[in-house]
């Protein structure tokens, strides 16, 4: 579950239509949601509290072997006015998930707005200790921005390492200019979309809103005189019979010969599937995978209506994103088992102002109806425009009110289950699970991770 301060800054982006799908960082990131998802270790209190549209702090207290915590500041420069507290979000926007990548209409990625310039300071003391974070986020032009991370710690090489990004990001292409004083690391990234409906085929396809996207990028420790390289594949699309989205993404790293291929597949409203199978090319050592989420329906069971803003444009709520993490301080080479950011999610898409594109009645049921598991049965119409369908069922997701979500993933080379439960308690979101793993000696099973977090946030 993310925190409140990485919920800001998914509005700070959303303000300043900058689109996080286009990062080559994320180009895994939906299965690495289903995959990879944090355990809490401990018990965890979180409270944050925005003080202005401008400003806001967090606190948080755990207490994993000892007591400790850290607090934080936030400023930025666009007023975030469209952000709500952890009574009023909704949970599917709350935590990591399916990211449904759109094409490029007209020249224009769909899922980015023609946003304002600004700025981002953030700021994390922890204790007891004195280590320190630190992001800064500068928009140089539409589609430009820096972005400066640094921790100073007295147990790292020359008490901290700090790293610049130099990113261009268009709904066509991305490229980013990095470097890092950790090894004096050089790096850059490029990623290319490859997707446009502009032009429709007269002939119904079996899927639709397809979306190629193909990146790279490079390494050189100066220091060390180490190379590095990696090549990774996004293909994004939906079913035309039904509207669920699938992603399929293959990444190799030819330097130490790993390769990963997943699948992930939203298989209804309330689900998600993903597998992920590994191999080295060296060693011929291989691993396989399996994901799943299961969203369950709030006791109300209603829709959230969407409002409209002052221009006439649609507004949602903007789901959290993610920022620099204390546990992810240096780059690493290799782009599949290692990301410098990886708990992202997906910015999902409302139907575009003043758009005609007929909704599909479902059953006679009419898309404001609040029985939602009727409706979710329901894509089965084959005279339906193809438009209808994909835009129905994602409405489908935007609008369901869900009160809790079960996540389990487990790793068949590495012996090991992961269970977690992330829902609502009064104005609280809690996140808990459980990590077990088989015993190499005993080969019986045990604990390797359990815990508790609340966060709460107004």
Known sequence: MYSYMEYLQKCFYKSTGWNEDNIFSNITATSQALLEFPIPNGLK???????????????SLSNYHSINGSVAYLYSGVPLINTMGTKEVSLQDAIAGFRIIEPVRNGKNPTTTNGTLGSLLYGRMYFPGSSLEAMVIKNLTRHTQLLIKCINNPHLEKNG????????????FLREVIYSTNEALFGFRCLYNFGNTNNINNLIPKFDNSVVSVGTELWYAARTMSPGLSAAFRYSTRS???????TMTLAVNPILGHLSSTYTVKTSVASTFCSRYDFNFFSYASNLSLGFELFNYSKNNHLHPFTSLEDGSSKQTIPIGSHTSHKNHNLIINPIQNRDNYYHINPTLLPEPNSTA??????????????????ENAFTDPNAPRESVTTAFQHLVNESDFSSVIKISSSLND???????EGRFKDFLVSTGVKL???PTKFSP???KFGISLSYAC
């Open 45 to 59: 209190l979180d409270t944050s509290n925005k003080t202005t549209d401008h400003t806001a702090s967090s606190f």
């Open 161 to 172: 390492t700090m790293i610049v990004y130099l990113q261009t990001n268009t709904p066509k």
């Open 240 to 246: 035309t019979s039904t509207g669920k989205p699938l």
């Open 358 to 375: 007929p909704m599909v009645n479902f059953n006679g049921i009419t898309p404001d109806s609040s029985n939602i598991t009727s409706r």
């Open 415 to 421: 012996g090991m289950l992961k269970l977690l439960w």
């Open 437 to 439: 793993s088989l015993n």
């Open 446 to 448: 045990e604990f390797s």
